[in-house]
Each structure stands twice: as structure tokens, then as C-alpha cells.
């Protein structure tokens, strides 16, 4: 079974950090994605920009606009898929990310959401 995990942050607390505290912590959130990589479980592992898009047809026209979610309190920071045979072995290689093994994650509100998905094949 394949899982999405969506690793979120609250925005207000990070968009405050100094510099140096910013990257201190990206420094350290390296190691543990060594450690999540090298469980052979990750199929894809991204940042996700803090730019926004919605699409969506309105009146049969697309509407293009910013997005709901840069006006919330969390926003998505990283995402990546994993291959795991059941949610608690999800749960289990999810644990090993960053947002939920750094320690200053938890002041900077990091959580992790996990979905199993299913994937379509475009090639019929």
C-alpha cells in the first residue's frame, strides 16, 4: 500500500525565526532524513514551496486564484510517499521524518498527516 504524508507547520511561528535559527534547524533535520531514506520505504521525498494556486472550473470557465490554504494556520512544508504494508508501518517509517524527531519541531507546531492512496494507470 502507498501513503501520503503531508509534513505541516504553523506559518505565524515560523515566518518569525531568525535566520540562523532557520537554518540551524534545516541542518539538523538532514540527519533524519538520512535515517528515513536509508528504511528503503520512501518513494518520493519533497519541500513544497509556500506559493499557492487553486484551480477550478467555475460558470464552466477556470478559476485561478491563491489558494484557501495560505490564509490558514497550518501550512504544508514537505510531502513524500512511502511504501508500508499496513497505516501502523506507515505510522512507523512516517516517525522517522524530521517534523516529528526534530525537537524544535514541536514548538514550531510540525505534524505529519498520513492517507493511503491509490494510484491510477494513465497508460490505458
Not at 54 to 73: A, C, I, K
Not at 87 to 102: C, D, G, M, R
Amino acid at each position: 500500500m502507498k501513503y501520503l504524508c503531508l509534513g505541516c507547520f504553523n506559518k505565524e511561528k515560523m515566518d518569525v525565526l531568525p535566520k540562523e535559527k532557520f537554518d540551524a534547524i534545516m541542518q539538523e533535520c538532514r540527519v533524519h532524513l538520512k535515517e528515513l531514506d536509508k528504511s528503503g520505504h520512501v518513494l518520493v521525498d519533497t519541500g513544497v514551496a509556500q506559493e499557492v494556486k487553486s484551480l477550478r472550473r467555475v460558470d464552466g470557465q477556470l478559476q485561478v486564484d491563491n489558494g484557501r490554504f495560505t490564509q490558514m494556520e497550518k501550512m504544508i512544508g514537505s510531502a513524500f510517499i512511502l511504501q508500508a504494508r499496513d497505516i501502523e508501518e506507515a505510522i512507523q517509517v512516517a516517525s522517522l521524518h524530521p517534523t516529528v524527531q526534530v525537537g524544535y519541531g514541536e514548538q514550531l507546531g510540525w505534524e505529519i498527516e498520513i492517507r493511503a492512496i491509490d494510484s491510477f494507470d494513465m497508460k490505458e
